[in-house]
């Protein structure tokens, strides 16, 4: 006699059973976009060659559908139940000279947030020792500035403090604005694993939320960061009164780049008061998990990041965001200066989902592994 238990582990699958049951389920069903493209990219892998259309498709099939076949693609691609604890620090507030019309940071609003000066290293270090203690493998800091031109002795500070953190050995990344191709390989001799550019919305889009730096010049910085050896780290936010249209450019544009955004993060703005945005409605969590689910099917292999917003959805709700294929959240007290989720809560999440904290991974790590599989793939082919 068998039970239901004996047939059905799915902690057993492998990518050709899982394979198997996405395609039973395809056949079995009226085949949304999301099912065909999730069916393609587990049996394809990544590609760049996406169209508008495509992604538009995949974004608007029902959305349980979408959840489903985004969760199988996270199966296959990700190791699921990882989620990467990251914490983000404001190693230099206020005062910024753009005009993001969502950001408190900027000097053009009133929002109470004050120009402050660049920290420390002894706090900025012991920032990092703390976040590490409490379960972080990336530490991120974040200045606003709009560019790094003219921060000569800031910069080399910055460079100071990216060698420390490596050393202790977590990723390091850094949003600094705008870079020049010298200061990108500067930070990644210095030991940065990652840099952080959001695109933040579509280019269609972009004008309405900044006019202070164009959306080719933040394409300039990640391929500046590309051609460095640094992994990218570029999303966007919604909820900034943009159209679905705008979303699905935002993803259609970081899916067709020459290689994928390691990291993809996904924020729901966080109306601050005093910015042009402030009355904004808030970002419904069936929002967020069309943009992580298709994100996930669009590009498999990349860290989709659950960031900003995260402190109005409740536990369920991020459950249905990691199902969907996030696997990458931030702790602490704020995120740069809006509050961020508590850090017992996150681990009592933790605890009643089964996730698992992921180890930190450092591009060099990668390389040494993409160049061993290349060699054991060529004794095997000559053997």
């Not at 049996?43 to 559908?65: A, F």
């Not at 203690?133 to 606003?144: D, H, Q």
């Not at 490596?166 to 990652?194: F, N, P, S, Y």
Request: contains cysteine; hydrophobic residues 35%; charged residues 25%.
């Amino acid at each position: 006699m068998f039970s239901i238990r004996s047939i059905f582990r799915p902690q057993q699958l492998r990518p050709s059973s899982l394979f198997s049951l996405h395609s039973s389920y395809s056949s079995s069903t009226s085949a949304s976009a999301a099912s065909i493209q999730a069916d393609r990219t587990i049996r394809e892998g990544p590609r760049n060659d996406w169209t508008r259309r495509e992604i538009k498709d995949v974004y608007d099939s029902p959305l349980l559908d979408l959840l489903f076949h985004g969760a199988l693609v996270h199966r296959h691609a990700q190791n699921f139940r990882e989620v990467q604890q990251c914490t983000l620090l404001s190693i230099k507030t206020g005062g910024c000279s753009e005009d993001c019309s969502y950001c408190p940071q900027s000097s053009r609003y009133s929002t109470g947030v004050k120009a402050q000066k660049l920290m420390t290293k002894e706090d900025v270090m012991e920032a990092a020792k703390k976040a590490k203690e409490a379960g972080s493998t990336r530490f991120c800091m974040g200045a606003a500035w709009r560019d790094t031109v003219g921060r000569k002795t800031n910069f080399n500070q910055i460079l100071d403090y990216v060698k420390e953190i490596r050393d202790m050995g977590i990723e390091v990344c850094c949003t600094l604005g705008m870079l020049e191709k010298q200061q990108a390989q500067e930070l990644k001799k210095a030991g940065l694993t990652a840099y952080n550019h959001n695109l933040d919305t579509s280019r269609e889009y972009y004008p309405h939320i900044i006019t202070t730096r164009t959306y080719d010049e933040r394409l300039k910085t990640l391929e500046y960061v590309r051609e460095a050896g640094i992994n990218v780290c570029s999303g966007g936010i919604i909820g900034l009164g943009e159209a679905e249209e705008d979303r699905v450019g935002l993803l259609h544009t970081l899916a067709t780049l020459p290689t994928h955004p390691e990291s993809v993060p996904i924020n729901a703005l966080l109306a601050v008061k005093g910015t042009p945005l402030q009355d904004q409605k808030p970002v419904e969590i069936w929002e967020m998990i069309r943009m992580i689910a298709t994100a996930r099917i669009v590009m498999p292999k990349a860290m989709v990041r659950l960031s900003a917003g995260r402190v109005r959805f409740s536990m369920p709700e991020q459950a249905l965001c990691f199902l969907a294929g996030a696997n990458s959240i931030f702790t602490g007290e704020k995120l740069l200066t809006t509050p961020n989720n508590d850090f017992d809560a996150d681990q009592l999440m933790f605890k009643v989902l089964g996730l698992i904290p992921k180890a930190p991974s450092f591009p060099e790590d990668e390389e040494r592994s993409f160049e061993s599989e290349n060699c054991q793939e060529a004794v095997s082919s000559s053997g």
